[in-house]
């Protein structure tokens, strides 16, 4: 494997995050790939659904993950106040669910998906369900951090969905 020299690679720049730098601040943020989730939960208008990256695992004793919904989508609220909710990762596959839940939240017409007892949104063909319970919830910033403990865990094996530099892509081989 050659490793490039120092004066081959593109100059790196530095700033201050602020309100004139939120896009230089994504685009930074963004060189980090990501899996790509859909959060569910029941509301007393029908089932949610909410496409988020911002997801990772906490703990393993007890089992905790954590997501972060923004405070200006109109599903926040919901999702905060929800019991339970399940994170579903998607496989390669699911591009077309993801862009959907990104952008509607309640529609889930012509999308295979069943009730859970908690009354959540299971979707078909993900690579893991994780069906949580409500643990704790922090404001943080623009975004609440929400933190379920884990109490089903649904997984088949598979390719998953990434998001970086603004774009969906795949996994193509190991290095």
Request: proline share 6%; charged share 15%.
């Amino acid at each position: 494997m050659t490793v490039p020299s120092d004066h081959a690679l593109p100059t790196a720049a530095s700033f201050t995050p602020g309100p004139s730098r939120e896009r230089a601040l994504r685009t930074a943020l963004g060189a980090f790939a990501t899996g790509v989730t859909v959060v569910t939960c029941g509301s007393s208008d029908g089932p949610l659904g909410f496409t988020a990256n911002s997801f990772t695992s906490v703990s393993l004793d007890p089992a905790l993950v954590l997501w972060c919904p923004s405070i200006r989508s109109e599903r926040h609220d919901a999702f905060v106040a929800a019991s339970h909710f399940a994170i579903h990762v998607l496989s390669e596959h699911q591009l077309a669910l993801s862009q959907r839940f990104a952008e509607r939240a309640e529609d889930f017409t012509g999308i295979d998906w069943e009730e859970s007892a908690e009354g959540v949104p299971h979707l078909s063909g993900c690579l893991t369900r994780l069906d949580c319970r409500h643990f704790a919830s922090h404001g943080a910033g623009d975004h609440t951090i929400v933190i379920g403990q884990i109490e089903r865990v649904t997984h088949r094996p598979g390719t998953p969905l990434l998001f970086a530099l603004g774009a969906y892509g795949r996994l193509g081989g190991t290095l």
